[in-house]
């Protein structure tokens, strides 16, 4: 045989162990004990946009109707006194709304940034059980409990 022929048939073995290789199934990676699932996050997130979408929607809503309502004000001094305080209690409405859709915002930057789900203050990951019921929470319950007491 001359040299050729069997750089040939060394090269072709090779090939055919990569292509075994190929065809081999590997199981998906599962998240560790500090890591959430990516249906998890999936979960969150579609959440968090449904949340900020009907928060948007109540406020877009809000802002028509205070618009419609002061276009057609008529009235005495006692009527405009109580909507000048329906007025202000929904202005302190709009801005708890807006601090919600802020942290509504963050959330979503966290689940892009792989952050989520880390408290902020102990670093460890926050429960999902706590995540499901508040999506944008920041805090364990731990670290929430500590603050509340004024740790």
């Known amino acids: 045989m001359s040299p050729k022929t069997t750089k040939k048939t060394a090269a072709k073995k090779p090939a055919t162990s990569n292509k075994a290789k190929n065809t081999t199934t ?19 997130k579609k959440m968090l946009l449904q949340m900020r979408e009907e928060l948007l929607e109540d406020v877009t809503r809000s802002v028509k109707e205070e618009s419609n309502h002061l276009r057609f004000d008529v009235g005495d001094f ?32 966290r689940v892009e940034e792989g952050t989520y789900g ?14 499901r019921v508040l999506p944008f929470t920041m805090l364990s319950v731990e670290a929430q409990e500590e603050i509340e007491r004024g740790g």
């Open 26 to 44: 590997r199981k998906p990676k599962e998240p560790g004990p500090d890591e959430y699932s990516k249906a998890f996050l999936k979960e969150m």
């Open 78 to 109: 006692y009527d405009h006194a109580s909507e000048d305080r329906q007025r202000e209690l929904a202005l302190t409405l709009s801005n708890r709304e807006r601090d919600k859709l802020m942290l509504i915002e963050q959330a979503l930057k």
């Open 118 to 131: 880390i408290c902020e203050v102990t670093g460890e990951k926050i429960g999902e059980e706590r995540l």
